[in-house]
């Protein structure tokens, strides 16, 4: 995410902390000096005072983070598939059936780990640790802010 506010956000900051589009309404409220109406929930988290001071926010960098793409996508390979995003770890699990890189047909569902620390380019899919247990089961629990988490039908 990019932003320039002179005299608000100081020119050249890298803030390492993962962010989702998700955040960029609260933040925008905040920035505006609105708030959400009553009732409504944002899922969310204002970015406003990370970005107007050292950026430094630990509960953001563990937060987890999911994105779920329910499409087939011919195009690029793609099958429809959740990700869960957390420290180091970004687990992706494709729940259809795929084309492979030698052109071959293969079928059923599959999981995918990286290591962001050690490969930021997602190029090595990774052993599955003891930590990978506990990342596929959050994968299929949808976040609700302020609330506790509840299982997605599938």
Partial sequence: MIVRW????KSGVVIETPVHAVDILPTALEAAGGEAP???IL???SLLTRLTSDGRDPRLAERPIYQYYPFYDLRWGMTPSATIRQGDYKLIEFFGDRVDAQGRYQIGHRLELYNLRADDGETAVGRFPVGCVRLHRRIGLAPVH???ERKLVR
């Fill in 6 to 9: 002179p005299g608000r956000v």
């Fill in 146 to 148: 302020g609330q506790e």
């Fill in 38 to 40: 009553e009732g409504v």
């Fill in 43 to 45: 899922d969310g988290e």
